[in-house]
């Protein structure tokens, strides 16, 4: 079974620091103007944690519960989701007069529907959803993966879906580089198809740690993985210049993100199955981090409109006012809305320890 048949503190740990840093970006602190691509962490980790269940299940009982998956991803992402669209169409016709009520809600349907990916490449300015497009990418990744698993169970041998995924991988990054060349940067940047290179490689993280892979292949094929990956990327950033120079250099921090999220997975993971620690799960483990980590969610949903409506004001100014509001918002969300629902708990009863599932482990 995939190592994530225990809850490893580190990995929310990680997703703290990757929300955090993204936090940084929005809010625009010093120092944090690409922070951007630590979404790209987000990407590796829910590749790994989601096919790490799905594998896991393929292990134990030869297929997949698509009813059982697709219920659980409903009740963990949604009510979330929906509680903060709704509040938007309440406060951002107030708070952001510029756009009119029906705008509004058409930026909140695009959201709520997961549609702001494609919306964002193609026809859809800049607004207070916007970083929305993220959790479209991954409910559609949600909706065609569990499938293309079953597919692979039905004809590959799981000793060799490290091959498939690689070759996936490596064909998923070229796409985005030719993308960026035939529909420019901003569209490469924001489709579920053009970003699926992280979730794959968290996927193939998880088949490194299925009970197939020895130890030796697993440290070998992490090394061919970061070479690829950045070799792939480096020619970009060598083909594309002039004008095109942010694509390739873009390419190139998604591609440094995606090689980092790796090893630091690896790491918390190996050494969580160790039973030991070093500085940096140390580092990652800390209670805050992942404190921070177990709200990421709503803290990722509620401090972009916060630093969107503060957009402007001295960094100073929308740190000390988004940071503790989104932090707020997202622990009531988790409190009284992501996990009762998730969980079948009452809203406003301490919330009995759930039973340990794969399907609930690191909140995936």
């Not at 690409?34 to 944690?49: E, R």
């Not at 909140?108 to 990418?137: C, G, K, P, Q």
């Not at 030796?216 to 002039?242: E, H, K, P, Q, S």
Request: aromatic share 12%.
């Amino acid at each position: 079974m995939p190592a994530t048949a225990r809850h490893i503190p580190a990995l929310d740990g990680l997703r703290g620091v990757a929300v955090l840093t993204v936090f940084a970006s929005h809010a625009g602190i010093p120092g944090f103007a690409v922070g951007g691509v630590a979404v790209d962490i987000f990407f590796v980790l829910s590749g790994y944690l989601i096919t790490s269940i799905l594998v896991g299940e393929i292990e134990r009982t030869g297929s997949i519960s698509l009813p059982r998956f697709y219920l659980r991803r409903i009740r963990r992402l949604a009510p979330a989701l929906l509680l903060l669209t709704v509040l938007y169409v309440l406060v951002a016709p107030f708070a952001l007069p510029e756009r009119s009520a029906a705008e509004h809600a058409g930026v909140a349907a695009i959201s709520f529907f997961y549609l702001m990916d494609y919306a964002r490449a193609f026809f859809i300015d800049h607004n207070a959803l916007a970083h929305t497009w993220s959790l479209a990418v991954e409910e559609h990744f949600y909706l065609v993966w569990p499938l293309a698993l079953l597919a692979l169970a039905k004809w590959v041998p799981l000793r060799r879906w490290l091959m498939v995924l690689a070759v996936a991988y490596l064909a998923a990054t070229a796409w985005r580089c030719l993308s960026i060349d035939l529909f420019g940067w901003r569209s490469a940047y924001f489709r579920f198809d053009t970003r699926l290179s992280a979730l794959i490689l968290g996927s193939l993280l998880a088949v490194l740690f299925s009970s197939e892979t020895t130890a030796r292949a697993r440290n070998l094929w992490t090394l061919a993985l970061i070479a690829g990956g950045v070799g792939m990327t480096a020619f970009a950033c060598w083909y594309y210049d002039g004008a095109e120079t942010t694509g390739g250099w873009g390419t190139l921090g998604i591609a440094l993100a995606e090689a980092a999220s790796l090893r630091m997975i690896l790491t918390a993971v190996e050494k969580h199955r160790e039973g030991g620690s070093n500085v940096l799960t140390d580092i990652l483990s800390r209670r805050t981090l992942v404190q921070v980590g177990k709200i990421s969610y709503g803290l990722y949903l509620y401090h972009y409109p916060l630093t969107y409506w503060l957009y402007g004001q001295d960094w100073k100014v929308a740190l000390a006012v988004s940071l503790p509001a989104a932090l707020l918002l997202a622990a009531l969300s988790y409190r009284y809305v992501e996990q009762p629902i998730l969980n079948g708990t009452p809203l406003f009863r301490p919330a009995r320890p759930a039973v340990p599932q794969p399907a609930a482990l690191n909140r995936a």
